[in-house]
C-alpha cells in the first residue's frame, strides 16, 4: 500500500522552529518529486515547498528563506526545517507525491 506519513508537528512560540518529517512507504519516493502543503480551516490548500527529483527545490512566496525541504532517503521521504514561525504559519502541514497525501501534522505557533 503507498502511503506517507507525517510527523513533527506540535506546539511552537513565535519566533521558534520545528522539523516536520514525512516518511514514504514505497522506495521510489527517494527519486521523485515531493512537496508540503498546508491548509487552515476555511482556505484553500496552500503550496510550501517542493524538491525536484534532481535535488532543486522551489518554495512558496510567504516562506522568504525560512524553511528548507530536504530528502532523507533512509525513510523514502523529505524533511521540512521551520525556522523563524509565525502565528500565520499555523495549519495542518501535508506531504504529498505521485497522487498521494499524507494524513497530514498539525502546526500550531501560539504563545
Known amino acids: 500500500q503507498v502511503q506517507l506519513v507525517e510527523s513533527g508537528g506540535g506546539l511552537v512560540q513565535p519566533g521558534g522552529s520545528l522539523k516536520l518529517s514525512c516518511a514514504g512507504s514505497?522506495?521510489?519516493?527517494?527519486?521523485?518529486?515531493m512537496a508540503w502543503y498546508r491548509r487552515t480551516p476555511g482556505k484553500e490548500r496552500e503550496f510550501v515547498a517542493r524538491?525536484?527529483?534532481?535535488?532543486?527545490?522551489t518554495y512558496g512566496d510567504f516562506v522568504q528563506g525560512r524553511f528548507t525541504i530536504s530528502r532523507d532517503t533512509s525513510k523514502n521521504g523529505v524533511d521540512l526545517q521551520m525556522n523563524s514561525l509565525r502565528p500565520e504559519d499555523t495549519a495542518t502541514y501535508y506531504c504529498?507525491?505521485?497522487?498521494?497525501w499524507g494524513q497530514g501534522t498539525q502546526v500550531t505557533v501560539s504563545s
Open positions: 514505497r522506495t521510489i519516493f527517494s527519486s521523485v518529486a
Open positions: 504529498f507525491t505521485l497522487g498521494v
Open positions: 524538491i525536484a527529483a534532481d535535488g532543486s527545490t
